[in-house]
Structure formats: C-alpha cells, structure tokens
C-alpha cells in the first residue's frame, strides 16, 4: 500500500527539467489539482477516491489536500451520483464525477442523456451544466466482459456532450484542464491499460483545446486513425508497414466530440486511404462514423473502401487468448492495412 | 399552529392560482390547441402552496411531470407557462421544453421532468452544492408513489441522509401511479415509513389540510436550513383527473372513491376554516378570486399572441459557448 | 503458425516485381526448397521457392500484380511437431506462450470481415470498378475508364492506373510478355538517350577460325558433349582482348568511370519472349569448353526462363551474332551499364584483297559499339584490333597465357 501522504505534499514540487516524463495518471492528478486550486467551486465525487486515491490512483493526494467538503467517497450509486453531479452543476458548483470503470456508466447514462445533455439548449440557455464526468475504459489483463467496454460512441451520439478519449500523458493534463473550464457536461474517458504508460509533460501551465486531432506520425500512402490505446499499437504497425513499403499517416483526434473532422479529412486527400483502428465494435461506433462522414464529405478522395479495423462482434471473454484474438492487435492491423493495398 | 391572517391569504391565492390554471389549461388542451401532452395537479393544490411557502427565491425544487402546480408555487410567471405549454417563444423555456421539462433559474426552478425519480438525485445534488458553498439555500424535491419503488429514489435518500444533505423530499401520495395502485406496487404502500431505513425523519400528513402541509413542511424546512439533515414528507393528497388529459381515470378507480376525496377540496376546506375562524373575510377571498382570474386571462392572451420558435434557432444553445 | 511469404530481393536494384505465376494454389503442401512462385523484373523471370514446409495458406497478391520488395505476397501454414505442441491439450504453459498473439490467418479473414468488406455487389454490367479518386481524376484528364487496366484489389482501377494512362509511362498489365517487351523498349530508349554512341567496323578474314573451330570440335565435344559454335570462339576472342585493352574494361557509372576487375562478357541470346544477354564471368580465364559450357547452360536457362538476377547483372559489353542469319553486318545497341556491343555478322564467303591480287575468302564483318565516355576511338580501335587479330588466328591467341597483346 502507498505510505501515508501528508496534506501539502503533491507531485511537481521536485525539482524537474522543464519537460519531465510523468505518468498518464499522474497527469491527471495533476490536472484536477491545479483546477481544483484555481476554481473553488470543483467538488470531486467517486467511489474510492477519497483517502484511497482512487482504484487508478487518478485522484491521489486530492482528499489530503482538499479534505473532505470537496472530495467525497460515494456509496456505490453511479446514477444518483451522477445526478447529485448535475443538480450541483445547475446550482452553481462545477462537479467531478468519477465512475472509475466505464462499463458502469450505464447505470448512470440516463441522467447523462436525459437530463445532463439536455438541460441548456431545453432550458433554452437558461441554465448551465459544468458537469465532468470521468471513466476508464477498455480492456487490461483480461478485464473480462464487465470491465472492459469502450462504448463511448453512445455518448458521442448524443448532442449535448463533450467526449474526450486521451492517449498520452500530455493529452490528458492539457484536455482535463480543458474539459474543467467548460460549461458544458463533458465525458472525460481514460484508458486502464494506459495508467502507467509515461510520457513527457511541460512543467508549466497548458491546455489542449477540444476538436483538434494530432498527426502523430506523417505519411502519404493511407490515413490511420486512432484513439486511446489503439494510437500505440497503431505506430508499431506503422513501423512495420514502413518496412514493407507502406507509408502511413496516423491521426489521433484525442477528443471525438468535437471531432477535428478537417484533419482526418485533410490527410484522406493527401493519401486517397483511410482505416480506422478502434477497440470498441464496428457497427455503429467510432470507425463508423468517420468512414461515414468521409464517405459523405471527401468520397472523391478515396482510392479504396474505407476500413474499419476493431473488436469482433463478441462479448469481452476472458481467456488471454480470445482476449487478445478479439480485439485488434499490431499484426491484424498490419494485415488488414496491406490488405487495403492488394489482395 | 400560529398561522398570521397574510399567510392564509397568500396560501389560498396560490392553491386557487393552481386550480384556476390547470382547469384553464384542460380547456385550451381539449380544445385541441396544446401540442404533446399534459398531466393536471387538480386536487393536490395543498401540497405545492404549503410547501413552497416557506422556500426562499434562491431555494431550489425540482419537480415531476405532473409538475405546473410546484412551478406556479415557487413563483414562476403564469403567462410563461401558459406560453411554455403552447412551445411559444415567450415561455419559461422558449417554447423548447413544454409541460414537463419547465425550467427557471431565477426561481431557482430545476425542471419538471419526464422521467420518473430522475428529479430526485438532481434536487440531492443541488442541496450538495448550496452545502459546500455554504449558502443557507435548501432543496426541496417533489415527486410521487410510482417514484419511491425506483432505485433513484433509494440511491438519492441513501446519499443524502448519509451526507447529511439539506433537502426536503415530498412524496405526494395519491394512491395511483399512472393507473397501478400502490399496493399493488408495493409490500409497503406507505412512504414516510421507509425513511427509517435510511436514517432521517418520515412523516405522514394529510395532504389536502394545507395548515397541516405548512406546518410539518415548515419543521423539516427549519431542520434543513439549521443543518440537521433531510425529512422524508409524505402528502396523502388525491388527483380529480386522470393519470394524463385523455385518461378519465375512472377504469382504475371507482367514481365513489373520487367523489369522496373531491369533497376533501383543500381549496374549499381553507376558505370555509378561514371564514369560519375569521382569518379572512369573503370579500378577501372574492378579491383573490378576481386577481387570479386576471392573472390567467392575461396568461391565455399572452400566450395566444406569443409566436412559435423560428426553426433557424433549431440548433441554436446545444451547447454552452 | 503462420509464416510470410514476401517478395524477395533479387538483385542489388530490384525495387519491384511482378508475380508473374503462382505454382502452387492456397490448400497445396508446400515443402522447404519448393518453388512456389514466379517473380518477373525488369532483367527475366524467376523462381523462388519456399523457405519452410507447410500448407499454401493464403496468396495476397495474385498473378499479375506488381508489388515492392519485402511485401507480404502470401502466408505459409506451418506444420509439424511446433505446431502439434500448440494444439490444445498442450501443457499449460506453452499454451499460455504460444498462438496468443498469433491467430490463424486463413480462419480469421472471414469472421473479422463478418460482411464488412465483401467485393462490390450489383455492379452495373459494363462499369469499370474504380475508385471515386481514379474517377474523379480520370474526368479531369479526360481518361476513358474502361481502356485503362486496374492495378487495385480486384482489378479496381485506381489513381495511379490512371495517371500512369495519361502521362504514357507503362501500366501494370497482366500478361508477362507485353510487359517484357515495353521493359526491353524502356531499356533500349534509355540506352540510345544516356549512352553517347560511337560504332567502328572491320572486315575479319575467318579462315583459321572455321579451321580452329574445326580442330577443336571433337575435343570439346568429348570433354563436353556440347558442339563447339563460333559464337563460343568469339566470345572468347572478346574475352582475351577485353583482358588485353584493360582501359576497355570499363563502364560509365554515377559520373565516373568504373573500372572493372574482371573480363567478363555478356551474349546475347533470342528466346521466345525476347532478346536477354546473360553473363559469363571471366571470359579471358576460360578455354573455348569452358566457354562452350557456360553457353549452353544459360542457353537453356535463357529459354525456359529461369535465369536469375545474377547470370544478368554486371558484364562490360556485349556479344551480338546475327550470323546465322543473312545480315552482312549491323550494329547493335550497348545495354545500359555496360560500355560496348559487340555486334557480328555472317561469315561468308567474301572478295578479299592479298597484296594486290584478289581473292575470295570467309570473311566476318565486326561491328564496334562504344560507350564514348568511357573511351575514345583509339582505345575502342585498339580493343577491335585486338579481337580481330585473334579471330584471324585463334591457335595462337590459345596457346598464349593470358591471351594475345599488352595488358
């Protein structure tokens, strides 16, 4: 277990060179902590986020530091406390809500959909939902079929909501601090499997604006778009594709609402093909959605079908070895990828 | 229970506001001109009036689909709902919510609401923040039987009792949820003795003695305000209509038991108390009659002129910029 | 387990192939050392065999299409004992190490797809597949679809078709031998365009080499089996004179003159799919059997086919004999990397003047192509000069180590 942490005692005191590698949780710590300090009416709501730091430790050292007016362990009541969340938001408090594993969102999703999506544009702007609400998604460790969904197109589906699905470190700290700034209810959705993967972060003051893709590798023979833990096995195959005389670009759009459709838009016309690597199902998800919006607004660009490379249509199984058959690893992109090509 | 003369005044003027209202609304409604759909709060007038006279301007209710009774109680104006439940551009939402999704921030009003119990967490929520901010402002939530067999409801008293959250939860208790009798929903068909399980104060009060409503909702008002927690109320009260304007309510219930509680008009009951112990004259109440009819005149032609929304503002505020 | 099967690289410059013939279909047995498909280069067509024993389990890229180096073209299923250990019911802990991250490529195609990506359905009868890209483009450029011949995944035509269509580069064509014939006009352009050209000729009387091809037939032919040709006396003549003129024995390469270590000569041969001019190394090293030897082998190659990217690479220059048909003389085109082409004619009987009478003798017309950057006339003089007097007394040119003339 962690030794005890005195209040006061928080990550970027030591001594650091101005960019230093931190942990993609730590970086939302820090995001939050920083908020927390600048705006006082940030409440952090959670099951386990309290003195134990959360079951990711994605909120250490804030109940030191706060106390516990302003972080609170919840029961075990995803709905009531994401609605506790919205009836604090439209009563001038700017809430946290942490559901900690994605998958039991669902309990809460009709406060989400119903209520929190709708109430500034039914209320005709009368009233504001500065609502966050945060989650990890996808699988880890054979997380099995209640722990590892990434259904996070369902929010995407909904007018009303911000969804954001970072995969680094610096993502996280300047899209979270984003996301704390905004009046709008907002789904802030992290990945498990990406907790402890480190990656530089500047040590001063940031932010990342929502609706603006990263190009993280450059190439002109098909556009890759990717989110969250898809981005990395997406640059290994890049890797490898490389070798074989296939050069890719890869996209991260980091936020999928607003989704920086010109950037994937933009690098389609450069390269004439496009697959989307996503871990969550194909039919009508994220990948769906952008073959669509492509298909419809840059058809003219395609040299070949857009592909759609994700989990297959089954429910998460446990064993490592459909584990991993079922969701989309470095070689079956890499495959499906040079099957865009020939064949 | 001390009760100054002004007060039985303002409680009659409310409950007649209400009355006259939703007897309008049902009218305009048959008459064809009211888009969606429409569940009236004729007979539970009680409740409303004598709960939300004690709440401040900046206190916050969330409320139900059967909710114009609490918005006219907490203050907001009749022309605006009036003109809300027509999708006007001059009601309380522009026209974009209508009957059960009626908001106003100035009245500290959280929404009627389409979705049974959702109410509950948010009136909750609002009590958390007003807590942590410190601000002596309180919550009140109104909601029905159907709502207390829903895990939003246990979810949220749970939480609240547990945080010690200052929020009044009032359960308005007329025996039917759409057209199930409670005790067939429920074992326990009585609400105020499940507050019990979760620690907090329950009472049960006749729902159409407005005095009595004022008076309990006061008590659990004061113990929100001093910081003593949440009261579970239950308002045993009865609606004249059906469950929703187009239900007669009558294959569920029998016309004996109707015309039984339509005797126990809570309206009718106070005047007569009033007159009787002098608390008001006739004249008074002939006077508030008069001003309500007025108000809803004014109401109806307000929101007969008010035009509908220019759907070149469809897409407008979906979200906050 | 899966194993891929790539396009290999086959010679130093090779950046593509075409997979001209798949020898084995997905289902065959494949064993280590098999050959398995047929790559063709711009230089000939070659095998290449499997690497490993197995099952054919899935081609990629079919006949016809023209792929980089080092793509995937195919995957091979491996048997054997390895993949027995990783069926089910294998100890735990193998089962844990092995196939996790390896699925079987066959089986998984069909459910990943699960109908996403099926071939275009209901096709209008007559509408060329292709992409919106290659539509568009073609509409600007004004292409007509239906001539251009698709190089993407089911014959879909796509941008690249067109554009090769409408600047006049080559398309990707299917069939081998028209695309054998367009690589032997890029070449031969591209040498007539690089190459400054310079050709000098001299009539040869070819007595004593009909009378030493004469003598040494029935030698050769018990040593070898083969029948001793001229063609072999004139490469060897090439060959002894190209060691003797070693400023000859250079080619033009990146702005510079190359020399070359080693005399080794290229022969032009017909086949049926067109001319192709394997090497023989160190010409001036080997006896009119060796060199008859070494003739015959990528004669025979040349016309099954199967000579490979190293028989073609490299070589100075280049014999040509049209002899065996009525051509007096000509001259030929020298092969690009290469500084000369030695092009000769049919032996005959000829006027030839001794002293001052004239007679009649077989006489050869040599015709000399040289690459002027690499050498000037005299030098080019000289190298003829030296082959001539070598073809006009061959015995002695034999009997001497290391060939007639200086070094």
Redesign the interface.
Known sequence: MAKPRTSGEVLSTREEAPERVISYAQAGVEAVREEMMRDT?I?YMGQGIGPRGGNFQQARGLWEEFGE??V?D??I?E???????????????R?IVDIVFFDFILEAS??II??AS???????????VPLLIRAAMGGVRSSGPHHSHTFYSFFMHI??L?VAVPSTPYDVKGLLKTALRD??PVLFIEHKALYNAKGPVPMGEYTIPFGEAKVCRSGKDVTVVAVSLMVSRVLEAAEILE???ISVEVIDPRTVAPLDKDAIIRSVAKT?RLAVVDEAY?TCGFAAEVAALVAEEA???????V??ICA??APHAFS??LD??LLP????IV??V?????? | MKIAQEQVLSLYRTMTLIREFEVKVREVFRSGAMPGFTHLYVGEEAVAAGVCAHLRREDYVTSTHRGHGHALAKGLAPREVMAELLGKVGGSCGGRGGSMHLYDPAAGFLGTNGVVAANIPIAAGAALSAKVRKSGQIAVCFFGDGAVNNGAFHESLNVAATWNLPVVFVCENNLYATEMPFHLAAKNATVASRAAAYRMPGVEVGGNDVLAVYEKAGEAVERARCGEGPTLIEMLTYRWFGHHEGDPGTAYRSKEEIEKWKKRDPIKALRERAIDFQWATVGEFEKTDKEVQELIKDAVEFAGNSPLPDPGTALHAVLSS | MNISVVMPQLGLTMTEGTVSEWLKKPGDQVQKGEPLFVVSTDKADMEVESLTDGTLARILVEAGKTVPVKTVVAYIEKTGDEAAAEAPGATAATSLKSGSTQPPAAEVSAPERFGLAQPARGRQAGRPAASPRARRLARELGADLSTIQGSGPGGRIVEEDVRKITTGAPSRVATPDIRHRQLIAERMTRSIQTIPHFSLAVEVNAEQLLAAQETLKEFVEKATGLKLTLTDLFVNAVGLALAGTPLMNAVWEDGVIRRQSAADVGLAIATERGVVAPVIRNTDTLDPAGIAVRRNELAERARQGRLSLLDLEGGTGTLSNLGMYRVDHFQAIISPGQSFVLAVGMVRIRPWAEGATVTVKPTVVLNLSVDHRVADGATAARFLGRIAEIIENPMKALQQPGGGGSK
Request: hydrophobic fraction near 30%; charge should be positive.
């Open positions: 009416t409440v007016e302003r609170r919840t029961p009541a709905m009531a406390q994401t609605g506790l969340g919205i009836g604090a938001a439209m009563a001038g408090s809430p009709a406060q119903q209520q709708t109430i500034h544009y039914i209320s005709n702007g009368k009233f504001k007018p009303g911000k009046d709008n070798q074989q005389g004439g194909a058809l003219e660009e395609l040299d070949a079908p592909r759609r297959l249509p490592p070895s991993t058959f690893s470095v070689e079956r495959r499906e040079t099957a865009m090509f020939r064949g």
